[in-house]
């Protein structure tokens, strides 16, 4: 039926003098009902705002927050239509009128719901946001968008329920929903894409604020994870945008999950240099590395006979990501290897070149000439 049929029946027929169908003092009771269910659930709703405010002031938990936010957020609206829904059941009325009030009671419970269900969504992301505001701001920037548009939703689907309650024919609704939603969808597709990406990069955690990554021929360290884009700060200065999609397509290298770091690094000697002492190296390698804190020594080798040094090759691990920690343990270790060459006699090698030249050139012998390397 007509949404006012109803309303209009009960003006006109109390306009005629009538109370339609119930004697004067049914309606006394019924009035008298409504106002003692009104003031009963009042008094009850700011019993339980006193008694919850008092809980969560003293809990830790975020229970007691989200019953007193559930009671806060319960609408006079809704009680006033809860107790004149019951008030109205002793009385005998026209069936528009009940429909229409039934019809009333099942929109204002609708619309009720949908705001409890929005309290709990937002109590939950704001546990969320303090949670991890301090260590992961732009997943909580991401989280709350996609409360927003979880919001949207709901109210959406309490919109339609609504409608459908009031009779409206909500089939060619939703069907044009769709067709118009794909239509979007096709139309921001690029746009979907990075936020989905977005919310993987949230959800799986390849990388977070301050990882230090390369990305193809590009490195920086992580500034803002947003919802289209992703920032990283150069080495150089620079700001370098990444669209999340395209970030996630690629081969990422993140330094940022690097629990150790593994160094190599060769060290040369002079082909002059005494075989025993050859012999002496690589426990003067050993030395130098295991002096420092905190490494890990792997081993050091003869490696190879170099254009111009004998190459001494090491290996040890840092065991820690920093990269300025690093830089400061090689530099002691090259001071260290510095200082037990000295004092065991061994020279470094540097690029040399030696040109033997044939004795028959002296007397214009056109024989070629030996250019060697040593």
Request: charged share 20%; hydrophobic share 45%; glycine share 6%.
């Amino acid at each position: 039926m007509p949404f006012g049929d109803g309303f209009l029946e009960i003006t006109s027929s109390l306009t005629d003098g009538q109370i339609p169908g119930n004697r004067f003092p049914a309606w006394v009771a019924a009035a008298a009902l409504f106002l003692g269910l009104l003031l009963a659930l009042t008094f009850i709703r700011r019993t339980l705002v006193k008694r919850y405010r008092v809980a969560a002031e003293h809990s830790a938990t975020p229970w007691d927050d989200l019953l007193l936010a559930l009671v806060q957020h319960t609408r006079t609206s809704f009680i006033v239509v809860v107790a004149l829904f019951f008030a109205a059941v002793p009385l005998t009325l026209p069936e528009k009128t009940q429909t229409l009030l039934q019809r009333i009671t099942v929109i204002a419970l609708l619309v009720q719901s949908g705001f409890w269900c929005s309290t709990v969504l937002t109590a939950r992301l704001e546990t969320y946001r303090r949670a991890r505001l301090g260590t992961d701001p732009a997943g909580v920037t991401t989280l709350n968008a996609i409360g927003v548009i979880t919001r949207i939703a709901l109210w959406t689907v309490v919109l339609l329920l609504s409608l459908d309650n009031l009779g409206v024919d909500i089939t060619a609704l939703i069907a044009g929903l769709g067709i118009g939603g794909i239509a979007v969808a096709l139309a921001v597709q690029n746009i979907l894409g990075d936020l989905l990406a977005s919310l993987s990069i949230v959800l799986d955690k390849p990388f977070q604020l301050g990882d230090f990554l390369i990305v193809d021929d590009h490195l920086g360290s992580v500034e803002h994870i947003g919802l289209k884009t992703t920032r990283l700060r150069s080495l150089s200065g620079e700001q370098l945008v990444f669209a999340n999609a395209d970030l996630l397509n690629s081969r990422i290298r993140n330094y940022g999950r690097m629990f150790e770091r593994r160094v190599v690094f060769t060290v040369g000697v002079t082909y002059q240099t005494p075989r025993d002492r050859l012999r002496q190296i690589p426990e003067l390698l050993r030395t130098a590395v295991e002096a420092q804190q905190p490494v890990r020594f792997d081993r050091a080798h003869f490696k190879e006979y170099g254009e111009f040094s004998l190459n001494f090759e090491t290996v040890y691990y840092i065991l820690t990501p920093d990269y300025n920690r690093y830089m400061d343990i090689q530099q002691a270790i090259n001071f260290g290897i510095h200082e037990s060459f000295d004092r065991a006699g061994i020279a470094f090698a540097y690029p040399t070149r030696t040109v033997f030249l044939h004795p028959a050139s002296m007397t214009n012998d056109p024989s070629p000439r030996s250019n060697h390397a040593v």
